[in-house]
């Protein structure tokens, strides 16, 4: 009989749900160490400096190669200006991403990164607009000219 009772006890013993039940860790489900959230953002942001650095260097050259050829400045130009939008929405989901994952000074850096490229590009692309003015509307039909004595003059 003893031996009974300990055989079920074994198989009970066996068959008996874990404590704990394993539950699914999303990344937001707690916050991101100090450590690892740091680490994250500097490397973020020193590895999207180097690539717009390199991007933008790369945009240089093709302007400095095409030794005053307007058309191709203008492109290169026009490029770049279309890169950093590209790499400003990159930097915004990554920012997004960070908040999502509760790291707050990756967050904290890659909104910096939003921000200098913010102005960056507007910088670009004001200057780019500065030198490439709009062309004057044409006249109307009903438009005609002043000439000195023609009655016209209003």
Known sequence: MHTLRMARHCVTMTNALPE???????????RASLASDVVTGVVLLTVEAV????????????I???????????????????????????TLV????????????????????????????VVSQHEYDRTHPNPAPSPSVEYSPCYSGSGTCH
Not at 20 to 30: E, G, L, N, Y
């Open 20 to 30: 704990h039940p394993a539950r699914r860790r999303w990344p937001w489900s707690s």
């Open 51 to 62: 690539v717009f650095g390199w991007q933008s260097f790369g945009y240089g050259m093709q």
């Open 64 to 90: 400095w190669a095409a030794q005053g050829v307007q058309p191709e400045i203008d492109g290169a130009r026009l490029a770049s200006i279309a890169w950093t939008e590209h790499f400003l929405f990159v």
């Open 94 to 121: 990554l920012a997004g991403l960070a908040a999502l994952s509760r790291a707050p000074w990756s967050a904290l850096s890659q909104l910096l990164a939003t921000g200098a490229l913010t102005v960056l590009l």
